[in-house]
């Protein structure tokens, strides 16, 4: 590799990661003990791809992995949420500013204390604004399961949440761990509400948006590395 790029883009859940492979032309696969990763020379210059896996275990785990090999000055995760019905927009790709871990039960100490030192808030003072596309500032919050409808009204209450997943609580403690920079845009692929998530049932359905988003982030990706070089 005769550059060493300074931005690594991690990717989650195997939909998106698939999406990534298909849209993206004549890419060189190699292995981690993640998944696979790739070198791309996008029109702002050449980065990482990398497949970190779904969940908190692998997204910390990965991400740990990428700073620890590469030093990147910058790493971005593109990806899917699922987004709180009557607060947010289907598609609406959220820049995020700060994630919470809600899956945490201490029954031995303190609670609160426990969900606090899992929580990051990411600083983007240095991302330059105007941004190149359009965005809505956000917190997401992340747990190793699926949102439940119930679980709506405390989030949004409690985080000022308006989506959620998997792995972006993960990814953004271990970047700011270990004092890198880091860059969360996921759109939202599907709604959960009173009535139930959208997609429930339905993973073609999330197959289908997922490509989708990824397709148009994807497209997206060289003017945010644009302003940001």
Same mark, same amino acid.
Request: charge should be negative; glycine fraction near 8%; aromatic fraction near 10%.
């Given at each position: ?8 883009? &991690? ?45 908190? =275990? ?17 790493? &971005?995760?593109? #990806?899917?949420?699922? #987004?709180?019905?009557?607060? %947010? ?12 871990? $809600? ?27 105007? $941004? ?6 956000? %917190? ?18 409690? $985080?000022?949440? %308006? ?5 972006? #609580? ?13 860059? =969360? ?10 009535? #139930? ?8 359905? $999330? ?23």
């Amino acid at each position: 590799m005769s550059e060493q790029p300074n931005e690594v883009v &991690i990717i989650s859940a195997n939909a998106e990661w698939r999406a990534v492979k298909e849209v993206l032309p004549e890419i060189s696969l190699r292995a981690s003990p993640f998944g696979e990763w790739f070198v791309y020379p996008t029109t702002a210059g050449t980065v990482i791809f990398f497949h970190g896996g779904w969940g908190k =275990i692998s997204a910390a785990a990965a991400t740990q992995y990428i700073i620890d090999r590469w030093k990147p000055g910058l790493l &971005i995760n593109l #990806g899917t949420c699922g #987004g709180f019905s009557g607060f %947010v927009e289907l598609g609406t790709v959220l820049l995020v500013d700060r994630t919470r871990v $809600y899956d945490i039960l201490e029954q031995m100490g303190d609670s609160e204390a426990a969900l606090e030192y899992y929580s990051t808030d990411l600083d983007l003072g240095w991302l330059p604004e105007p $941004y190149p596309h359009p965005v809505q500032r956000a %917190v997401l919050v992340s747990a190793d399961r699926d949102l439940l409808t119930q679980d709506i009204p405390h989030l949004h209450e409690r $985080y000022g949440a %308006v989506a959620a997943d998997w792995e972006s #609580g993960a990814i953004a403690w271990t970047a700011t761990r270990n004092h890198v920079r880091c860059l =969360i845009l996921r759109a939202v692929s599907d709604l959960v509400g009173g009535t #139930g998530g959208e997609a429930y049932g339905n993973l073609d359905l $999330y197959q289908a948006r997922a490509r989708e988003i990824m397709e148009r982030l994807l497209k997206q990706l060289p003017d945010w590395l644009a302003d940001i070089r």
